[in-house]
């Protein structure tokens, strides 16, 4: 089972996310509560997935979060907002966070997304690519993003290029016709080549190596 702690001011949106991730089989959620006291819980509880609201008013998500990620055995945490990114993302994922979710994702999304914190990987909202991708533009010097890049083979490339706008393997299959397992092959493949990058990092890469460019309107 996948133990989950859910800390969020609002205990509306606390039970409906309980709800929801508990409607999966392999998902526990094994706390819920506000952000007061919150550190000493998730302390108390072992858990692997942390889902945490960045703007609480008694104690904010990012106080938590640097608590809770400099503790041994830390959980994954992916921070919950609905409100605009662009302030916080970098902070956050530099102070340690696997992720951002909107707290409108679907049902899908977010055992999906837990799923993939509990094994290791790194979940982002579509809404914050843009962000993270400006917050590093000025760390990553053109020059090495094309080196990085002329590692790829030609079908790297075109699967990067998808990856950097946010897609799922999942998408990018869909876009490119190939098979879902086909592209997973073909990501671990660019992230290792890219030195050891995740996929929000190798999105970085992609952007400074031009290989984002705006689409026509249609396409």
Do not use: W
């Not at 990620?69 to 102070?95: C, I, K, N, Q």
């Not at 990501?187 to 705006?214: C, E, F, H, M, T």
């Amino acid at each position: 089972m996948i133990r989950v702690a859910v800390v969020d001011d609002e205990p509306l949106v606390r039970t409906g996310l309980q709800v929801i991730l508990e409607s999966a089989e392999d998902i526990n959620v094994v706390l819920a509560c506000g952000g007061a006291g919150a550190v000493a819980s998730i302390r108390s509880h072992d858990v692997d997935v942390l889902l945490l609201d960045i703007r609480m008013p008694v104690v904010d998500g990012m106080s938590v979060l640097r608590h809770v990620v400099g503790a041994a055995a830390a959980p994954a945490v992916a921070m919950l907002t609905s409100f605009g990114l662009e302030e916080h993302v970098d902070e956050a994922l530099r102070a340690g966070a696997a992720g951002f979710l909107m707290k409108n994702s679907s049902p899908e999304q977010l055992v999906a997304a837990v799923r993939t914190l509990a094994a290791g990987g790194r979940v982002l909202a579509p809404e914050a690519t843009g962000p993270v991708i400006s917050g590093y533009l000025a760390a990553e010097p053109d020059s090495e993003a094309a080196r990085r890049v002329g590692l790829l083979s030609e079908r790297e490339l075109q699967v990067l290029a998808e990856l950097g706008t946010g897609r799922s393997n999942r998408d990018i299959a869909d876009r490119l016709h190939l098979a879902h397992g086909t592209v997973k092959d073909h990501v671990s493949s660019i992230l290792a080549k890219l030195g050891g990058l995740n996929r929000v990092q190798a999105a970085v890469v992609a952007d400074r190596a031009r290989l984002l460019r705006p689409r026509r309107a249609g396409s």
